[in-house]
């Protein structure tokens, strides 16, 4: 489960999606959701995007957090930058996620992009699009 941060309101929680993409130069991998043996769960706040994996049960092995515009902490977060939807045909609908981080280890680059499949990519790029908007000027 993840651990919101004070104020931090969860949006979306899905348990399990279906399959996963990372890459950022010169890394990439890709995982599945298999009962019992690995899950990917996404969680969507109003602060940021969370996506665990997990073997055996609930033993964590990576976790990734992109916040969006205004919410970053620190120049170590990855920032969400941009959102988009697409299908393909052995993953059927996903959510592709960009992020930026000032500062990061020498596995990865600068960009980092998450392809996330699952049925309800649609309904999370919507939820994500919402968060990304910049506030209007009578809110600040």
Same mark, same amino acid.
């Given at each position: 489960m993840i651990k919101l941060k004070e104020g931090e309101k969860l949006l979306y929680d899905r348990e399990r999606v279906d399959f996963a993409v990372y890459k950022? /130069?010169? /890394?990439?991998? /890709? /995982?599945?959701s298999i009962p019992g043996l690995h899950s990917i769960r996404l969680y969507v706040?109003?602060?940021?995007?969370?996506?665990q994996g997990a073997? *055996?049960?609930g033993i964590p092995i990576a976790e990734f957090d992109l916040w969006y515009r205004g919410k970053v902490r620190s120049p170590e977060d990855d920032m969400l930058e941009k959102v988009t939807t697409g299908a393909s045909?052995?993953?059927g609908p996903y959510v592709? *996620?960009?992020a930026r981080a000032n500062e990061h280890g020498p596995l990865r680059s600068d960009v980092a992009e998450?392809?996330?499949y699952t049925s309800d990519a649609e309904r999370i790029a919507q939820l994500l699009e919402l968060n990304l908007l910049p506030q209007p000027t009578e809110w600040r």
């Open positions: 950022s /130069a010169p /890394a990439i991998h /890709a /995982a599945g706040t109003d602060r940021r995007v969370v996506i073997v *055996l049960g045909k052995p993953g592709h *996620l960009v998450l392809y996330i």
